[in-house]
């Protein structure tokens, strides 16, 4: 099956530091990959949709400087939290879309990512 | 995208089968309904996705209504490790970002 690949599982940083997470598709080439946030009993929110080889879409309210968004080769794409404060602490997913072969496509998600800011 | 809705919680018992509605009421022909479930503090797992023919696959059955309106994911023989959130979503024709609501918790009991 589709596998999707998440480092570091979790991380710990001082307010004002940046975080880089890495996403990678281990099985199957993603043009596209997607980002999520989730807060302690909340849904997935998306982030931003990253496409490889061209600059990352942005959801409405998420700052594009502050969350930089690389995505330079078919299987992987990372987020960077620059200059991280405590509110940015949460639970950081992405996925990667696969064809299913059925002209559409299935996500799959990686095991996420814990920042945990202080 | 369409707009989901799902109950907030829903209890089964080990063994039976589960049944979990989703309401997309303002789908479009060409939408897609996919069915995805997030066990605690993991990353959401694909089950199943479909457009009106009733669909199945290894570990769920999606029933969609004939008006396409609504649809029932159903997890034949609940087992303890069923339990998750589960959701309901469906991408704009030709999209494929995924937009998440607050989804069902599903809780199996033994």
């Known amino acids: 099956g589709a596998v999707v690949s998440q480092h570091p599982s979790w991380v710990i940083c001082k307010s004002g530091t940046s975080v880089k997470i890495e996403c990678r598709s281990l099985d199957f080439q993603a043009t596209t990959m997607f980002w999520y946030r989730q807060f302690p009993k909340q849904s997935l929110m998306l982030m931003a949709t990253?496409?490889?080889?061209?600059?990352?879409?942005?959801e409405q309210g998420v700052e594009k400087d502050k969350f930089l968004i690389n995505h330079a080769s078919l299987t992987l794409s990372t987020l960077t939290v620059t200059s991280a404060h405590p509110e940015d602490s949460s639970f950081y997913i992405c996925s990667a879309s696969h064809a299913s072969g059925r002209g559409t496509y299935e996500q799959y998600f990686g095991p996420g990512t814990r920042l945990t800011v202080t | 995208d369409a707009k989901t809705t799902q109950p907030p919680s829903m209890d089964c018992a080990e063994g039976r089968a589960a049944n979990l509605p989703c309401n997309h009421s303002?789908?479009?022909?060409?939408?897609?309904v996919y069915w995805y479930r997030q066990i605690h503090s993991q990353g959401p797992q694909y089950i199943i996705h479909?457009?009106?023919n009733n669909e199945t696959n290894e570990m769920a059955s999606l029933i969609i209504t004939e008006d396409r309106k609504s649809s029932t994911l159903i997890l034949p023989h609940a087992t303890l490790r069923d339990t998750a959130v589960y959701y309901c979503?469906?991408?704009?024709?030709?999209?494929?970002?995924?937009?998440f609501g607050q989804g069902t918790r599903l809780t199996i009991n033994p």
């Open positions: 479909g457009l009106k």
């Open positions: 979503t469906s991408p704009a024709q030709g999209a494929q970002k995924l937009v």
């Open positions: 303002t789908i479009s022909g060409n939408e897609y």
């Open positions: 990253s496409n490889e080889g061209s600059k990352a879409t942005y």
